[in-house]
């Protein structure tokens, strides 16, 4: 179950005898679920529908029509990782974050605590036209010290400086979802080691995309290319915030069962991986070119 429900007073489910209930229950039918939602939004209607991300693949062509008709569908999806852990590599998703990416028109949307779900639940029922996935960890994760961080409304551009140094970086961590505490947790040792390291939290690649390219190099400046990219799915597109020389901490194969603490750990997403692939990379790119 993804657990996702309205939960306000007087909210029925619709059914035999309640047929004014606004809450539809389909069972493990993706496809079904997903075109009724688009039939609804063109009605007028604001339907949100969930199931876990790996079984998007059985909504796809559902998904791909509430982008082609650019109608303002709330696809959410949960259980977005190989944090899944024991539920095993059939239910932990590899390539779906890249497939969805892969659909014009569709913003897809990975917060990585409680704030920013706020902010992408306000971009996902203020549009008026194009769908969005919204997608969730299933584990989890704390809700960051906005005192100490950025504020939450950076997820509005899409991806914004979350954490940073004083001066010029040396070294970018970009992550999203659940990885962003690997990010900080791995900023916050390299900082104690004198390296100017900045964590930036990247919800959203198609509205990062959509701003100005002053603010994108103001997020990621050029000349920074010591950069580590950190998300639990396929690398398929990060070379594009990377760089040519950057590290792009990935899946590359499908996932494994046994609890996610141990998952994350066999694959290298902790903190203290995340803190030495940084360093080599920052090391790496320090040393002269011998050619």
């Known amino acids: 179950s993804t657990s996702v429900r309205l939960t306000f007073d007087g909210v029925e489910n619709f059914e035999p005898g309640s047929f004014n209930g606004?809450?539809?229950h389909y069972g493990i039918r993706e496809h079904a679920a997903v075109t009724a939602c688009n039939g609804m939004a063109l009605s007028k209607l604001r339907p949100l529908w969930s199931t876990y991300l790996t079984f998007s693949d059985y909504a796809r062509p559902g998904i791909r029509l509430s982008?082609?008709?650019e109608i303002p569908?709330?696809?959410l999806f949960t259980h977005d990782s190989i944090g899944l852990g024991e539920d095993g590599p059939t239910h932990q998703p590899i390539e779906q974050l890249a497939s969805l990416r892969a659909i014009p028109h569709l913003d897809v949307i990975r917060p990585a605590d409680a704030?920013?779900?706020v902010e992408a639940w306000r971009i996902a029922i203020e549009r008026t036209h194009d769908p969005v996935a919204l997608v969730m960890t299933r584990q989890t994760v704390p809700v960051f010290d906005r005192s100490k961080y950025a504020s939450a409304a950076?997820?509005?551009?899409?991806g914004y400086v979350l954490a940073d140094c004083e001066g010029e970086p040396e070294l970018i961590l970009i992550a999203t979802g659940s990885e962003v505490q690997l990010a900080l947790g791995a900023h916050e040792t390299l900082s104690g080691e004198g390296v100017r390291s900045r964590v930036v939290s990247l919800p959203c690649w198609?509205?990062?995309e959509r701003q100005d390219q002053a603010y994108r190099d103001q997020v990621l400046p050029p000349a920074v290319r010591a950069r580590v990219a950190i998300e639990e799915g396929s690398p398929q597109g990060w070379e594009r915030y990377a760089g040519n020389e950057g590290e792009i901490m990935a899946m590359r194969t499908f996932g494994?069962?046994?609890p996610f603490k141990d998952v994350e750990a066999e694959f290298g997403f902790t903190p203290d991986n995340v803190a030495r692939v940084a360093r080599e990379t920052l090391e790496r790119i320090a040393q002269p070119s011998t050619s």
């Open 206 to 208: 198609e509205l990062f």
């Open 115 to 117: 704030n920013e779900v």
């Open 154 to 158: 950076g997820v509005q551009k899409g």
């Open 67 to 69: 982008a082609l008709m």
């Open 256 to 258: 494994q069962s046994a």
């Open 22 to 24: 606004r809450q539809v």
């Open 73 to 75: 569908v709330i696809h």
